[in-house]
């Protein structure tokens, strides 16, 4: 905690202008927790507030990881869009990992730590259920934003070259199988177990025949140390947020084998979460903080603002990455590595606010059942969460404010979802989620636990 204390610092006049303070960092450390306040540089004027739009309190602590998913809170801090709606003391705590992120909304603002922020799914869920909290506590949480699609990866090490390792496995079956058989198995990472990446880089070796709790050997590592442990040879692979996967490119460590774009495009990736018990006091600055989400996560998906985004980015407080290894992948540009033909496809980039599929920050109910089915599937969850899900989804997810946030906001009503199932969802191996109907997604699939 006194390591912790010692690095908090304030922003007052902008991120960039203190880069130079922060040289401690370099490429592939952890990012070491840091937060930043907002308050007095807003770009942007503040609306005129009435009693009805006015925050209970224009305080709030939200923690983000170093990864493309943060763009919005950021974004929303630096532009002025939170303090635009009356939150201007809001504060963006980078967190160490994924774990401090739960330890640190356990205890809330007030015991030292967050009132919610960016999530991997489902982890708001197990945080309310109790399944991953100290004593298994219930802390009750409420999902009110997507903040992001795609921009996540799976990238594999260079000694796996040449192996057939591509987006279809069944290519590359037999060498990992082999690799197992010959007491030397494929190690593959994710940031945190049984939330999003667990489940991108299990999709994408169970797709291609690869069972990845028998033929492989899965691990957690902390996003930022994914880096370094490839280095020293100590992973062959891992599913995690750019800009890790493209670093691995940039410095010639590995190759990026698959894309989650092209595994699911459109797909539910990171949310923006809250402690239920800070939402329920505060409706207003709720509403307050989701408008200001809302109109970062437009300006995140304008194009022309990506050069300016990936520079904000790449701050001390932030990523503290060069600007020039974000860009590429924020502009849907990915050298695959491996033989494979680079990418150059803006849709293939992490986006924010609408794809071809609809609304991205709108969180579809239908998106949180597929995760719970997901979670089923892996024996994360047992069986019976599936047939109590409408009820878990109907507590946790407040599609609700996200509505009424948009309505205030003045969002344009083609931009506001009429339905909380987004419908049929499409893998790139041809299996297909209706959320009418998850079991029949499950019987679809060969390889699994439950
Ligand atoms: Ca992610």
């Known amino acids: 905690m006194s390591n912790f204390s010692r690095r908090r610092f304030l922003i007052t006049a902008g991120t960039s202008a203190l880069s130079a303070v922060f040289l401690k960092g370099c490429l592939g450390n952890p990012p070491e927790p840091t937060s930043s306040t907002g308050s007095s540089t807003?770009?942007?004027?503040?609306?005129?507030?009435?009693?009805?739009?006015?925050p209970e309190t224009p305080t709030v602590k939200l923690g983000f990881a170093p990864i493309f998913e943060a763009a919005p809170l950021i974004i929303a801090q630096e532009k002025g869009f939170f303090a635009k709606y009356g939150m201007n003391q809001v504060e963006i705590a980078k967190q160490a990992n994924w774990g401090s992120a739960r330890d640190n909304v356990e205890i809330g603002?007030?015991?030292?730590?967050?009132?919610?922020?960016?999530?991997?799914?489902?982890m708001p869920y197990l945080i309310s259920e109790g399944l991953i909290t100290k004593n298994n506590v219930k802390?009750?949480?409420?999902?009110?934003?997507?903040?992001?699609?795609?921009?996540?990866?799976?990238?594999?090490?260079?000694?796996q070259m040449g192996k057939g390792i591509t987006l279809d496995m069944s290519k590359a079956k037999d060498y990992v199988v082999g690799l197992k058989q010959s007491g030397k198995p494929f190690r593959a990472a994710f940031t945190f177990p049984k939330v999003n990446q667990d489940f991108w880089i299990r999709y994408w070796l169970a797709a291609g025949g690869i069972n990845p709790d028998t033929d492989v050997n899965l691990m957690t590592v902390p996003a930022a140390q994914t880096v370094a442990n490839m280095k020293t040879g100590s992973m062959d692979g891992f599913s995690t947020g750019?800009?890790?996967?493209?670093?691995?490119?940039?410095?010639?460590?590995?190759?990026?084998?698959?894309?989650?774009?092209?595994m699911w495009p459109s797909h539910p990736e990171e949310y923006f979460a809250m402690r239920a018990d800070w939402v329920d006091k505060n409706p207003k600055a709720t509403k307050a903080i989701l408008k200001g989400?809302?109109?970062?996560?437009?300006?995140?998906?304008?194009?022309?603002?990506?050069a300016e985004l990936a520079q904000i980015l790449s701050g001390a407080s932030y990523f503290n990455v060069p600007a020039t290894v974000l860009e590429p992948a924020l502009m849907g540009k990915y050298k695959m590595g491996d033989g494979q033909a680079d990418i150059d496809d803006y849709t293939k980039a992490v986006q924010y606010w609408k794809?071809?599929?609809?609304?991205v920050s709108y969180p579809y109910k239908s998106l949180d059942l597929w995760f719970i089915t997901e979670s089923v599937r892996w024996g994360f969850l047992p069986a019976t969460y599936l047939d109590n899900a409408k009820a878990l989804i109907d507590k946790v997810n407040r599609e609700d404010i996200w509505k009424q946030a948009a309505k205030e906001a003045g969002i344009p009503e083609a931009d506001i979802p009429s339905n909380t199932s987004r419908g049929v969802e499409k893998f790139f191996d041809g299996k297909v989620f209706d959320p009418e109907n998850p079991k029949a997604y499950l019987a679809s699939l060969a390889i699994k636990k439950v």
């Open 42 to 54: 807003a770009a942007v004027t503040p609306i005129a507030l009435t009693p009805e739009t006015t």
């Open 109 to 122: 603002s007030a015991g030292g730590g967050i009132d919610g922020g960016q999530w991997q799914m489902p």
């Open 139 to 159: 802390v009750p949480m409420y999902v009110l934003a997507m903040l992001n699609t795609q921009g996540n990866g799976i990238a594999v090490a260079k000694t």
């Open 242 to 262: 750019d800009p890790w996967p493209t670093r691995i490119v940039a410095d010639d460590i590995g190759f990026m084998p698959a894309l989650t774009a092209q």
């Open 293 to 306: 989400l809302m109109e970062a996560q437009q300006w995140c998906d304008n194009q022309a603002n990506r």
């Open 355 to 359: 794809t071809d599929r609809g609304s």
